[in-house]
């Protein structure tokens, strides 16, 4: 029971961070010092996304739901929970770090706008 509560907040967290990865940057252009922790936190999850890896999360999950005595499952988050949900059937690794240099890029003018509202002012 226990387990299977942790692993549903490890799941919660991850999609929270991966939601952040993605959009935090907005939330710099209200509060600019928010980018001290979302641009590791870009770096992180778009390296992660581009370069193939298993985000530590994933295994950690995977874990508390086997001691839980429920399914694990392979592969990464992304694969398992968002890429149905988000992603065409048959996204080949191509298009996977295109979705994650997108990500970058997106952050990237967020950033290069606040900064260049910044320094108008």
């Not at 991966?18 to 935090?24: H, Q």
């Not at 939330?27 to 001290?36: K, S, T």
């Amino acid at each position: 029971m226990i387990d299977s509560l942790f692993a549903d907040l490890v799941l919660a967290a991850h999609a929270a961070f991966v939601v952040f990865v993605v959009l935090g940057g907005f939330l710099v252009l209200r509060w600019p010092r928010a980018g001290w922790i979302h641009i590791p936190c870009a770096l992180w999850g778009s390296g992660v996304v581009i370069a193939g890896w298993i985000c530590p999360l994933t295994p950690l999950e995977v874990l508390l739901r086997r001691a839980a005595g429920e399914a694990g499952y392979a592969g990464g988050f992304l694969d398992h929970y968002v890429r149905l949900v988000l992603y065409p059937p048959g996204l080949t690794r191509g298009v996977q770090v295109a979705l994650g240099v997108a990500a970058v890029a997106f952050n990237v003018a967020v950033y290069v706008w606040v900064w260049r509202r910044r320094r108008a002012r």
